[in-house]
């Protein structure tokens, strides 16, 4: 499901219609009359995130899951939150690993847990 959205509905009656190079280039991309569409796919993506960092950037996660799982009635926006938020810290990771190389962000919060653990550094 996307939101509210499931995602077959989704892809089948809006986003089939679209090619990659029209939502670009009503999107303002600069490189879409180039048809150069390298430029919107960065290497940080690719990159596989293990499970035990997602609980160092949201520790409270694990324990959320744990509480769901004991839940008889499971609501599914319930384990939409939960997806999402897995979701945003693999995001989170990924982005961490990008912004590592600039110093200023060095001294931030996220990089201060995410450097004590041998897999991020």
Known sequence: RMGKWLHQAMYTHYLSFFKT??????????????????HNWHERFELNVPEHLLHVVFPFLREF??????????????????EVLEYLAVVLVQDAVEL????????????QRLLDEPDFA
């Not at 190079?21 to 390298?38: C, I, R, S, T, Y």
């Not at 899951?65 to 939960?82: G, N």
């Open 21 to 38: 190079e029209g939502l670009l280039a009503m999107g303002n991309w600069p490189h879409a009359q180039l048809k150069d569409f390298v």
């Open 100 to 111: 590592l190389s600039q110093e200023r962000y060095v001294e931030h919060p996220v990089h």
């Open 65 to 82: 899951k744990e509480r769901l799982e004991e839940v008889d009635v499971v609501q599914p926006s319930m384990k939409s939150m939960v």
